[in-house]
Structures are given as structure tokens and as C-alpha cells.
């Protein structure tokens, strides 16, 4: 239902793809992401699950998936859908996972669906196969937002990200402040302020601590595929742990995660242009361990140093 826990499912469509390039795929997803899907041209149906709607509504949602009769059902939020539909394989209702990252965990599951079958390649590179979030028209759009802000290149510049879907894993705004100086100041680079409408605020803070026109803010002019349209042509994403953090990962941006109270194990990235930015919960006395993880927001004295020193490595 998560923008970001959408983002992390979109390897495993592609992975489907790359094998079985004739493929009709369905994707259920919930309202609120559905804007994740709807510009790739490799999904064939996106039906809308609204976990609020009435009884009668969720048996709806169940009659129009039992019109077809699927190849496979891979479930990756271990619902009750895969019993209820007609299918020749399914993923497991009980699972256990060799992996704790979640983007691995989800391509774990797809990759036990498919043990025996010679069509379809394990551990294989995904290269050559990216999804699509955006279209022409998201390209189009945005550059009109940024020449309406005076911006007229079309590449180069560095997207902060400063706001989250929980404001337990939003790094403080004075933190973010620091950095977007410093690197403003190292790089001469344009720096964009993304985000959804209610983090404007945040964008806000930033901006009237820097000399104006240091940066722009963007939140809530843009949607997902726009703003993933900025992020695909930046030379460095800065963001917490969010939906825009996975964008840059699955978009081969040079990026930096900010995490605190998340797990940078479960929700992190690994590659060459993806560098984690933590405190360290060791020397911390916040006593996370005690409190549920839910209702922890420390960031373990995580500086702005740290953040600037991993944005100017990933930088050259």
C-alpha cells in the first residue's frame, strides 16, 4: 500500500519479464500506489485492493481475479489471495527467508516458485531490464516545472529529499540544513527540494536558512513519475529512508539513505552508487533496544559531516 514498499516489489515484475517477455501480468496493489504501476508498459492489469472497502467489495475484488485462470501467483505480503484465485502455482503461505533485505527477500520468493522449471534463470543480472516509472509525458511535464523556476538544465543537479511517510525517520531539518550548505558550497550544483505536499514544510525550514536561490522546492508539484524523472537525472540523491531513497537505488542514481530507527539491514541498499549514512547505536544512550520499534525515532548521533563526507564520495 506503501509507495516505498511498492518500489521494492517492481524487481520481481521485471524479473518475470526478462524471462517470460510474453507475459500477461496482473498487479494488486493498494489505491494509494497504484501510482507506482501505472507507467509501465510491461504490467498488463493493475486492480486496486482497498483493504477499507466493505466485505462485498473485497469479494468483488476476488470474483473479477477468479475470471482467469493464472500461471503463477506470487504474493508478497502473504495474504489469502492465492487460495481464493484459480492458479497452477503459488508461493507458500509459510515462508522462511534466507535473506533479511526486503528487495532480496521478495526475489527469494519468485526464485522458489520458480526451482525446476528450465525457463526461468536463478541469481541471474536483471541488466538490460529496468522498470519504467515514468513516460515522455512525466519528462515533459517536469521540465516545464523547472524552466517555470528558472532552472534550464536538464541533468546535473542534486535532490534532497528531506521529509518521510513517518516522521520518526525524518533526520532533523537542521541536519539537512547543514548538509544542503555544505554541499551547495563545495559544488556550485542546483539542489532540488522533493517531496509529497505535507513535507513542504520541511522544504521550507531548509530554504530560509540559505542564502535565496540556493535551492528550489519542488514538494507537491510533482508526482511520483515526475519527481522520479528528477531523480533519474541527478548526479546525487540525499533522502531518508522513503520511497524517493528506492527510487534513486532502482534508477542507478548516486545515492545516500539516511537511517535511524529503520533497519538499514531490511531496508538498505548495496551497490556501487548506494551508500548508508547511520549513527552508531553503541555509543548512543537513547535505549532503542528497550522501546518497540514502532515508536523509535533516534538517529544514533548520526552528523552532517558524515552525510556531506558519503555525498562527495559518491560525487567523484
Sequence with gaps: SNFGDVI??????????????????????????RGVLQRSPDIHKVVIYDKKASLWGKIKLILELRKVKYDWVVDLRNTAIPF??????????????????????????????????????????DAGFPYRFFNEADEAFAFRILRARHILEEKGWIVVAAGAASERKRWPTRN?????????????????????????????????????????????D???????VLIAR??????????????????????VG?????????YGHRGPKFRIAR????????????????????????????VVGLALELLK
Excluded: W, Y
Design 8 to 33: 521494492l516489489t517492481t524487481p520481481v515484475i521485471m524479473r518475470i519479464v526478462r524471462q517470460f517477455p510474453r507475459a500477461r501480468i496482473t498487479v494488486v496493489v493498494g489505491p494509494r500506489a
Design 84 to 125: 481464493l484465485v484459480s492458479r497452477k502455482k503459488r508461493t507458500p503461505l509459510f515462508r522462511k527467508f534466507s535473506k533479511t533485505n526486503m528487495r532480496e527477500r521478495h526475489l527469494e520468493m519468485i526464485e522458489r516458485l520458480s526451482k525446476g522449471d528450465p525457463r526461468f534463470g536463478r541469481g541471474e543480472k
Design 176 to 220: 539537512f540544513e547543514e548538509v544542503v550548505r555544505r554541499l551547495r558550497e563545495k559544488t556550485g550544483k542546483k539542489i532540488l527540494l522533493v517531496g509529497l505536499p505535507g513535507e513542504r514544510a520541511v522544504a521550507d525550514r531548509i530554504a530560509a536558512s540559505l542564502p535565496g536561490g540556493s535551492v528550489t522546492i519542488l514538494c507537491g
Design 222 to 228: 510533482m508526482t511520483l513519475p515526475e519527481t522520479a
Design 234 to 255: 541527478a548526479s546525487l540523491l540525499i533522502s531518508n529512508d522513503s520511497a524517493n531513497m528506492h527510487l534513486g537505488f532502482e534508477l542507478g542514481t548516486p545515492t
Design 258 to 266: 539516511i537511517f535511524g530507527p529503520t533497519d538499514h539491514e531490511k
Design 279 to 306: 549513527g552508531n547505536p553503541g555509543q548512543c544512550s537513547c535505549a532503542s533496544r528497550k522501546i518497540p520499534p514502532a515508536e523509535r525515532d533516534c538517529f544514533h548521533g548520526l552528523k552532517p559531516e558524515t
